[in-house]
């Protein structure tokens, strides 16, 4: 049944969202406007707006309380600030009121930025003279002062419209909630004054603003002689808990002439206007709905409140009730009943018995203003009910991780579950978004895999502001800080990782590690050139050294000679090849283009000029490179043009600093664009946000954390609302209160909570945010376990999970555990105490090779056995922490240790020409004179004093070089191996050569032949050498025994001389080939070894069979597992082999769940001769 548009005003309530939908659409059904029409909605959100539209689109249901229109189409949703300046223009004349207000906040902080400056010598200003004369002439800080006052000015239009029109007619006071007023404090004296003078400085525009327009905009709707066809004949405003009572006269005004649907989400079926805290004034407004009975018809004590009221409801909705109030106020339901049949309140139960679940129940006790019951009639809940989880994490990511793993279960536990069905929302998404989308976009798949992964949940994140979402934006922002930078290489490098950007100055993806290495190389740590050091650091005479022209001119200067030669001062970097050098000229053009726009953007400009220059700079270094990237730009342009609107609105035409451009450009750009993203048929990632309380049937929230939930926003000093507060202020703790209230309402299913409860530093105990402790209590005062559950498990308790640190911990892998679940199956495999070690039980199978090997790919096999099944076989680059982020940022200042140990190597290599003494210390210098021009020593003093430190370390290995060779005769001929092994593993036979040559061999006194090897680091002493040093020779001094020579290696490192003495040739011939057989197995799946560990485990476990006693295991385990991790200055294999520490995260892992029995024969198998052979020369000696 059609039914005819009235004009008046209709509030309709409901504690589900849901039915208040239904109740729209089906007003809407019953009484459509005209085909061309617009359907206006004022919403709090977009995302509430897009559920609006669903149910609008939905199919038509078989009554009119049912289903939805088929369509939705012409239908505008709108906040309401924004919907009513449009009415305001269409009541008052477009030709008087401009599209923009002058006066909105961003666009009025332009207007006092102009004005603060001349305003400074008035009586009465002198708080702000005080302030700004902190930092005289920093238009930054006149900016940021300028935008808060202009924030407060619009929020006393909307919430003080009476305090400004009195200002403006001089009468400096302060009018309070009643009919009462004050005198202005003092020291805001100046409030008045700046008012006063910005309606001057508007000119015609003075009368524009909110405060003055309210009265003039109801004063016309009033008058009944007026006719405003521009109107619209229906406003709906959905879901919004709390507006200004100015906007709500506005929209009763409006009612008059139109029809103004107003839907509000009410927790309770009762009067609850009366459930008020000590500090808050109780008005009694006109309620319709009843109070409960027996319940005082007056302002409820705290006492009474657990008496007659909910507690949470009174604590987290007081926000709700003042709207509520100010509805009441001016509701008249009898003049719209007839539009509804009488439908005008839906309350319906959450829960009609004891046995609903928990959430159902506390859901249920809102509606009901049900207080808590005594101890003794507390209701029982079962153990299976999840209906309400806690869940405390270390840290964000963690949270993450386990939501993901939590969502993975209700999945499979209920495949009726659709990702749609679910919300997760938190404080801030900004703060969540990385790791949402490591963790979700983990398994999304892409390009390269060939099939999806079941773990992969779809997802979409709303919220996020236009710059945080749009890489090409946040490049904008980096450009924007240029005179600030440093000009770090990583910070260019980061610059030319965006896509748009390479685009723009033709490079490719694949260009990138190159250039980094090059860099690196060359010496380029920061700084253009010595000029910019000496502006950026306001001294003079600073160094280019480790500069960018100091790289680029090593480059261009090593592809013009091709050698490393000197020229000028300047060492010639010849890795470019001719191929190449596009490359370099690709970055010099960078580097120049950088430097160009540095001292550009570092002078002020007028508005005009910046509108070009920032499009100027865009062009520059940005070329978009899809859709997206273009569509990102166009944004950027419009929010330039924006700002310069803004500002000539105002007036502005001196020139602004960059600092004052971009902070307001920025801005402009953290806008959030259309939610659409949200209700994408994807579990939604959101922020909480007002009125997010539609129905989903899992609701999840994170960051639930002490201090950062509900959110705090200190308020201005200055602001005279926060010291006098009316019915309907806003107020950020008590949104965010009701925010925590419109979530619970809103699960139909399950709440999950989540927060940070534990510290990441040492697992000491963080308190979740009060609101959640608000609800713990709750449950506890009205719910307890089921009989038959353990007493001294609370049903709190019972409900929360503490999750282990990390997501690979032991914890959620042990037999019969329950309550922590993981999809994680690769740190499962880890832990798997079922997994087998034995040779050949690995998933990959046996690979013969077909060449021969090389006894480097031995050594490094026997160094690091782990990396021949990852880098080697699975062909996976794993990176320790400190590889990551190679080119440092500042210029050598002090060397570290891989830098060290790198000179060091250097200056010993020239000991290669010959060791004499006479010659080598030119060497050493000249090889000093080359790292100094390469900028890898310090500049000034502190460079030289390394550089003696060097040549002393270097002097001394060769002195003990040259003794080692004293006794040995001239150099012989390389010696060549040579060597088949065969072997039987797995049930098949094969044959691995061994092809290789051995240099530097000698003749010895005893008819043998000795090796003399220099070493840069350290290797230890005869008790204790540096195994994993010994373990990098053993395979040559294996194969040149074998070979049937009595072989001497002897190793001269920084610290110590050791060596290794002849092998028999039959033995070494079975250790070589035991080597070769471990060699191949370690390709098929982890060997639980590793040199350290093994070598420490045996050196203990052999010194108590030499000593005849029984060997103690256990002491010897924890030698292995102290050599395992290492310390903070020796570090051990985990911190040396990330491939080791991938397969092996602890030595727990390493000794598996067979007690360590594979890693004890794996060790002798492996490093048994190493030792046994290191060992028993000592003995000799």
Known sequence: MVTRIESGLAVLQSNRPEDLRQLLVSRLGRAPLAPLEDEIILVQSGGIGRWLQLGMAESVGDDELSGGLGISASVRTLLPARFLWEAYRQVLGEQRLPEHSLFDAERLRWLIYRLLDSLLGRPGFEPITGYLAVEPGDAWRR?????????????????????????????DRLRLAGRSSQPLPAEQAWQPVLWRALIEQAGAAGGQHRARLHADFVAALEDSGQAFPDLPRRVSVFGISSLPEQSLRALAALARRIEVLVFVHNPSRYFWGNLVEARDDYRRWNPRHPLKTGMPDRALAE????????????????????????????????????????????????????????????????????????????????????????????????????????????????????????????????????????????????EGQSSRDERQIPFSIADRSDRAGSSLLRVVEVLLSLPRWRFTAAEV?????????????????????????????????????????????????????????????????????????????????????????????????????????RTVLDTP???????????????????????????????????????????????????????????????????????????????????????????????????????????????????????????????????????????????????????????????????????????????????????????????????????????????????????????????????????????????LALAWPEQAVRLRELARFY???ASVLVQQRLRARLLRSDDIGVIASDEPLELGGLARWQLLDDLLAALAEGPDPGQRLGRFQQQLRQARLAGRLPPGPVGEAMATEALEQADEIARR??????????????????????????????????????????????AGLSRVCLLASGIGNASTPAWDKLAGYWPDHLAACAAGQSL???????????????????????????????????????IPAAPLASCAYLKAYYADLDKAREPGLEKALDKAAQAFAGGPFAPGDLGKDPSLARLYPDFDALLADDGGDAFRAWSERLYGPLVRAFLDQGKRR
């Open 863 to 865: 160094r690091r056995p």
């Open 303 to 446: 006492t009474e409140i657990s008496d007659w009221g909910n507690p949470l409801l009174a604590s987290w909705g007081k926000q709700g009730r003042d709207f509520i109030g100010l509805l009441d106020r001016m509701d008249r339901p009898e003049d719209y009943r007839h539009w509804f049949d009488d439908r005008i309140d839906l309350f319906s139960d959450f829960a009609r018995n004891d046995h609903a679940p928990l959430l159902a129940q506390l859901q249920q006790d809102i509606l009901e203003l049900e207080p808590p019951p005594s101890p003794d009639r507390r209701s029982q809940i079962g153990r299976n009910d999840e209906s309400i989880v806690f869940t405390i994490a270390h840290s964000r990511q963690r949270e993450v991780e386990i939501l993901h793993d939590h969502l993975l279960a209700a999945f499979e536990d209920d495949p009726r579950l659709q990702p749609r069905d679910v919300i997760v929302m938190v404080p801030d998404i900004e703060d969540y978004a990385p790791h949402v989308e490591a963790v979700f976009g983990r398994f999304a798949g892409g």
């Open 605 to 843: 400009a007028t508005p005009t000029e910046w509108g070009a220059r920032l499009g100027a700079l865009v062009e520059a270094f940005l070329a978009p490179a899809d859709d997206e990237e273009a569509l990102a730009r166009h944004r950027f342009d419009a929010a330039v043009t924006e700002l310069l609107d803004g500002m000539r609105q105002a007036g502005l035409d001196q020139p602004i600093a960059l600092e004052v451009v971009r902070d307001a450009l920025l801005a402009s750009l953290d806008t959030h664009g259309p939610s659409s993203r949200f209700l994408a048929g994807r579990v939604n990632f959101c922020t909480l946000l007002p009125m997010r309380a539609i129905p989903f049937r899992r609701v999840c929230l994170l960051g639930m954390n002490d201090g950062e939930y509900p959110r705090t926003r200190k308020p201005a000093d200055f602001d005279l609302m926060e010291a006098h507060r009316r019915p309907g202020d806003r107020s950020r703790r008590e949104d965010d209160r009701y925010l925590f209230l419109e979530a619970l309402l809103s699960a139909r299913e399950q709440l999950y909570v989540s927060w940070v409860g534990r510290s990441i530093r040492d697992n000491a105990p963080i308190p979740p945010s009060v609101l959640v402790g608000q609800l713990r209590d709750a449950i506890t005062a009205g719910w307890t376990l089921a009989t038959g559950v353990q007493e001294e498990t609370g049903l709190v308790d019972h409900l929360t999970t503490a999750h282990p640190l990390q997501p690979f911990s032991r914890e959620y892998f042990r037999p019969g555990q329950t309550r922590l679940i993981t999809y994680a199956r690769e740190w499962g495999e880890v832990w798997d105490p079922g997994r087998e070690r034995e040779a050949g039980s690995a998933g």
């Open 1048 to 1086: 001497r290696t002897v190793l001269v490192g920084k610290d110590k001389t050791l060596a290794l003495e002849p092998v028999e040739p039959a033995l070494a011939g079975d250790w070589l080939e035991r080597l070769v057989e471990c060699w191949l197995v370690a390709q098929t799946g982890p």
């Open 143 to 171: 900016f940021q002062l300028a935008g808060r006052v202009a924030d407060l000015f619009e929020a006393y239009q909307f919430f003080r419209a009476d305090w400004l029109l009195d200002w403006e007619a001089g009468r």
């Open 493 to 597: 490098l980061d610059l030319l990782r965006q896509p748009a950007v390479r685009a723009r100055f033709g490079m490719q993806a694949s260009d990138l590690d190159l250039a980094e290495r090059w860099l690196d190389q060359a010496g380029v740590r920061w700084g253009l050139d010595g000029a910019h050091r000496d502006a950026l650091l306001d001294m003079t005479g600073a160094f280019e050294q480790n500069s960018w022209r100091f790289g680029l001119d090593r480059m261009m200067l090593g592809y013009a000679s091709g050698d490393p030669l000197e020229h000028a001062g300047i060492l010639a970097f010849d890795e470019v090849s001719a191929g190449e050098a596009p490359l370099v000229a690709q970055l010099a053009g960078v580097v120049e283009q950088l430097g160009h726009w």
């Open 961 to 1006: 070089y040259v003794q080692a060779l004293d006794p040995l005769g001239p150099p012989t001929e390389d010696l060549a191996i040579d060597r088949a092994v065969h072997l039987k593993l797995s049930g098949s036979q094969g044959r691995v050569r061994i092809e290789d040559c051995l240099s530097g061999l000698r003749a010895d006194q005893d």
